[in-house]
């Protein structure tokens, strides 16, 4: 008995030694020489493909800053890898150490944070929702009897489906497999509207064909904080990450990077989507903390 007690406690405490060293993401990078950064393709001015395998935006310029920190922790040069996730396979890909930051335009909430971790908050999000400008649709009562475009994987529609003036609004889901497809939705007619960031629509609209022909209507559905994601139990690369945040609020750079990306023309169109910094993302910066969405539903 005594010899399967010990087995079983040494199995265990290998078990435990593993999943640390599994989370231990700085010893992880050192000893691979490379580090991973998830990017989005079409998730606005915070993370977008500029073509030939480039990508930008606010989010991964704020990573690739962490990823120039995590060099000089780990004393070496790092082969920066770009992976390309989408909603349903970025906290997997995470788990399973694919990733090892992820630079996109994640919601921060309490389901996922049992599931992976999030740096400190820098960029607070409004669910809207985006309409053909023809469509006569001015508010969350006219979609009664449309179809709505998401992105599989998100949480905009069940937003819309909880908020308050969506009682007795019946309105038909259809899916995009990620942004640019749900955003295909609505610009090919097969959706009336499509349900998403704020900062996701509005990079999508800049960049299409006619941006002329799209407008956000109706009020805020949510106020959510979008995070940088990095894996559960990590407390060392979370520290450094918070660190290089913190350092960026204090010496005015993070202010600098989203004018940049927020303000500025950016490529490959050379657009600016033209969105200052709001109040809610300021007050972020002036508190920096890991907060859930459901700390900021109205009471």
């Given at each position: 008995?005594?010899?399967?007690?010990?087995?079983?406690?040494?199995?265990?405490?290998?078990?435990?030694?593993?999943?640390?060293?599994?989370?231990?993401?700085?010893?992880?990078?050192?000893?691979?020489?490379?580090?991973?950064?998830?990017?989005?393709?079409?998730?606005?001015?915070?993370?977008?493909?500029?073509?030939?395998?480039?990508?930008?935006?606010?989010?991964?310029?704020?990573?690739?800053?962490?990823?120039?920190?995590?060099?000089?922790?780990?004393?070496?040069?790092?082969?920066?890898?770009?992976?390309?996730?989408?909603?349903?396979?970025?906290?997997?890909?995470?788990?399973?150490?694919?990733?090892?930051?992820?630079c996109g335009s994640t919601?921060?909430?309490?389901?996922?944070?049992?599931?992976?971790?999030?740096?400190?908050?820098?960029?607070?999000?409004?669910?809207?929702?985006?309409?053909?400008?023809?469509?006569?649709?001015?508010?969350?009562?006219?979609?009664?009897?449309?179809?709505?475009?998401?992105?599989?994987?998100?949480?905009?529609?069940?937003?819309?489906?909880?908020?308050?003036?969506?009682?007795?609004?019946?309105?038909?889901?259809?899916?995009?497999?990620?942004?640019?497809?749900?955003?295909?939705?609505?610009?090919?007619?097969?959706?009336?509207?499509?349900?998403?960031?704020?900062?996701?629509?509005?990079?999508?609209?800049?960049?299409?064909?006619?941006?002329?022909?799209?407008?956000?209507?109706?009020?805020?559905?949510?106020?959510?904080?979008?995070?940088?994601?990095?894996?559960?139990?990590?407390?060392?690369?979370?520290?450094?990450?918070?660190?290089?945040?913190?350092?960026?609020?204090?010496?005015?750079?993070?202010?600098?990077?989203?004018?940049?990306?927020?303000?500025?023309?950016i490529p490959p169109k050379?657009?600016?989507?033209?969105?200052?910094?709001?109040?809610?993302?300021?007050?972020?910066?002036?508190?920096?903390?890991?907060?859930?969405?459901?700390?900021?539903?109205?009471?």
């Amino acid at each position: 008995m005594k010899k399967h007690l010990l087995a079983f406690a040494i199995a265990t405490t290998l078990a435990a030694g593993a999943h640390a060293q599994a989370n231990d993401t700085l010893a992880k990078v050192k000893a691979a020489g490379s580090i991973t950064m998830g990017v989005r393709d079409s998730s606005g001015a915070l993370s977008y493909t500029q073509g030939d395998g480039k990508y930008g935006g606010f989010h991964v310029e704020l990573c690739q800053r962490i990823v120039a920190n995590v060099e000089k922790a780990v004393g070496k040069k790092l082969d920066v890898k770009l992976q390309s996730v989408t909603s349903q396979n970025r906290i997997p890909l995470m788990q399973n150490g694919t990733i090892d930051i992820e630079c996109g335009s994640t919601t921060n909430n309490a389901t996922r944070q049992k599931d992976v971790a999030f740096l400190n908050t820098v960029y607070m999000e409004q669910v809207r929702i985006a309409v053909r400008a023809n469509s006569g649709i001015t508010g969350i009562a006219q979609l009664n009897g449309k179809s709505v475009a998401t992105t599989t994987g998100t949480t905009s529609v069940q937003l819309l489906r909880k908020h308050e003036r969506a009682t007795g609004v019946d309105f038909k889901e259809v899916f995009g497999k990620d942004h640019a497809d749900s955003f295909l939705l609505l610009e090919s007619g097969r959706a009336d509207a499509f349900v998403m960031d704020a900062t996701l629509l509005i990079g999508n609209i800049v960049n299409s064909k006619s941006p002329g022909d799209y407008r956000i209507v109706g009020e805020p559905l949510s106020l959510e904080p979008i995070g940088i994601m990095i894996r559960k139990d990590d407390p060392a690369f979370k520290k450094l990450g918070n660190d290089t945040i913190a350092e960026l609020v204090k010496s005015g750079e993070l202010a600098k990077i989203y004018d940049k990306w927020f303000m500025q023309p950016i490529p490959p169109k050379n657009i600016s989507v033209n969105m200052p910094v709001t109040a809610e993302t300021k007050a972020a910066w002036a508190d920096l903390n890991d907060k859930p969405a459901e700390d900021f539903v109205k009471k």
